[in-house]
């Protein structure tokens, strides 16, 4: 296959992968990096380096949408931002001692964890009359969110739970080029108690800055081929983009356990790849 | 509708914050295009090989040399560049976002997003 035939290729893939991960909320580098290995045989290195430059495009063009509709909790975002850029840093350091074999069965766990996540049923919280927690209150972090009976307050509390959880989140997008956005939704949702769709919203907002920070330890190390991710970075991108047209009013609980499935599959081969070896 | 929770200025900073993302994407992607229709132009009938991994030239690995390849009419380094513009687009909103709270007078939140931006850069410059 000469490189004008492999792009297109690798394009159309990483428009399926940007697809369904923007419409099953698992994001697009969780498929992006097994197709690239498991289907394309490529170095699993520069799989992540691809994968991890395509969620800065998506989350970054989710983001923007969230933001201004106001789901957002700017504060929540930039607080955890510290969390999860110092995970990150320590993640994209172990990238370059890390042996590839183990990449594949840590990337294996990881996404048999965030399938299982994603593929619970979502509950909202209404924490309006909780009481007040004091950190959270001293650092302005309560807010609200447009629902449609008008804007919603909430109340945040755990947060240093959070901030420990988003570390986590932080250390495996560095360390698996991913945007870890079910650990994020995890800290937020679970942990401190956000609403779900402001979750969703933040960790989107956080997913670009935690990539960020590994984006040039990976550049450094020559994990980021023009080749492959120019197709890899504009494939995920327009897949989202479409998908994230088709999310507005679509059921999608049904697609998203569909697909958690699928991915149990993915997440063994990827393991069995990695603890047996050979390529 | 404004609540006693909301602030007028925090609206303002959402819409500006959206603007710059997806202004910073739509760049970086149409960079990565023209340097992707560069490369194919040039390399389209090359066998790409990415089973064995060598890691970039050096060339690719930093700014000075992504913006030579750049200049010399490389593919690979336009597309470098647009993927350098996309990794900046995060960094230049924590940036934003620190001159936003400084407006709103919220000296916590300035030094939340000075601390992230320094980090950052940081990691960006090795």
Known sequence: MNTLAFSATIAAASFCAGFLGSLTG?????????????????????????????????SSGAAAAYVKEGFTNL???????????????????????????????????????SAYLTSRPRAEHL??????????????????YPTPGGRVRYRVRHLPGGFALMWVAGVLSGLLGIG???????????????????????SN???????????????RH???????????????????????????????????QLFAVALLAVAAEMIYKGVAGGG | MRTPWRDVKDADVQQAV????????????????????????RHGGAVPDYRVFRGEPPDLRGLAGIVRDTLSGGGRGLIQLGLLLLV???????????????????????????????????????
């Open chain 1, 75 to 113: 504060r929540v975002g930039m607080l955890l931002e510290i969390a999860t850029v110092l995970g990150a840093l320590v993640g994209a350091s172990l990238v370059t001692v890390f042996p590839t074999r183990a990449l594949f069965v840590v990337f294996g766990l990881v996404l048999l964890g």
């Open chain 1, 180 to 202: 870890s956005g079910a650990v994020k939704v995890l800290a937020m949702d679970q942990v401190m108690y956000l609403p779900f769709k402001v979750s969703t919203a933040t």
């Open chain 1, 222 to 256: 020559g994990y980021v081929d023009p080749g492959l991710a120019m197709p890899v970075m504009l494939g995920v991108l327009a897949g989202s983009v479409v998908g994230a047209r088709l999310l507005f009013g679509a059921r999608t609980e049904r697609l998203r």
């Open chain 1, 26 to 58: 698992l994001g697009g580098g969780f498929i992006v990096t097994p197709v690239l290995t498991l289907v394309f045989g490529a170095d699993i290195r520069y799989a992540i380096g691809a994968s991890l430059i395509s969620i800065i495009a998506t």
């Open chain 2, 18 to 41: 959206g603007n710059l993302l997806r202004i910073g994407v739509a760049l970086a992607a149409a960079v990565v295009l023209a340097g992707g229709a560069i490369y194919l132009w």
């Open chain 1, 127 to 144: 924490t309006a009359d909780s009481p007040p927690n004091r950190l959270a209150t001293r650092l302005r972090l309560d807010s609200d």
């Open chain 1, 205 to 219: 907002f956080m997913i670009g800055v935690t990539a960020a920070a590994s984006a040039g330890i990976y550049l």
């Open chain 2, 88 to 126: 900046a687009t995060p960094v230049a909103r924590v940036a934003f976002t620190a001159v936003a709270f400084a407006l709103e007078r919220d000296r916590t939140y300035v030094l939340v997003a000075l601390l992230v931006l320094a980090l950052l850069l940081k990691s960006l410059a090795g």
